[in-house]
């Protein structure tokens, strides 16, 4: 059971009773910032170490791009839907990114550099996720080397998880080469 609590009256972080981690780190569920506060939340040297996007708030068909700006991540090419092509393997009723306007790119934006981000991505291509610093220099990449639709042909189950780690990850972006791309998960920590 996720218990709920307030910050700065406008932000709530579920924390776990269970102990949720990712990579052995305590974890807290992000969900979007609508009246874009201008105070700061994230101070990364008492920041918990891992950080959690809750999408289920963002509205069907709603861009995103700063609905996570309190928390120091921007978002390029989004939008939030549920998906209905069963292809995608997703549940009725659960809210995922898809790469859009521009079919199979998801690019996301760190104020604050992080160590690692992970998402689990549904394709109908190959996809690569790729880490840059600062200066847009490739830090690291991983790579799901097929599509991974429920029933296609290839041997990926969908939802597959990619991770890059790397110092001063400052943007990364999910790539499906023209391809449907969509983010159930996406998990970055400091």
């Not at 969900?31 to 509205?59: F, H, V, W």
């Not at 009725?92 to 690019?107: D, F, Y």
């Not at 690291?140 to 990850?169: C, R």
Request: hydrophobic letters at 40%; a negative charge; aromatic letters at 10%.
């Amino acid at each position: 059971m996720l218990q709920t609590f307030q910050l700065d009256r406008t932000n709530k972080i579920d924390t776990p009773s269970n102990n949720f981690s990712v990579n052995n780190k305590s974890t807290i569920i992000a969900y979007p910032e609508y009246d874009q506060a201008e105070s700061e939340l994230i101070n990364t040297s008492t920041m918990l170490s891992c950080i959690r996007l809750g999408l289920t708030e963002l509205k069907s068909f709603e861009l995103v791009d700063n609905q996570f700006k309190y928390w120091g991540v921007t978002f390029s090419n989004a939008v939030a839907i549920e998906p209905s092509n069963p292809a995608f393997a997703v549940p009725p009723g659960v809210k995922v990114l898809m790469g859009a306007p521009k079919s199979g790119l998801i690019e996301i934006n760190f104020k604050y550099p992080v160590k690692f981000v992970s998402g689990v991505v549904t394709s109908s291509r190959r996809t690569i996720l790729s880490a840059y610093n600062q200066n847009e220099e490739l830090l690291a990449e991983d790579e799901m080397p097929s599509s991974n639709l429920l029933n296609s042909d290839g041997v990926i189950p969908p939802s597959a998880k990619l991770t890059v780690n790397g110092e001063n990850i400052h943007k990364v972006s999910f790539y499906a080469f023209d391809g449907q791309l969509i983010l159930i998960d996406l998990t970055f920590g400091f």
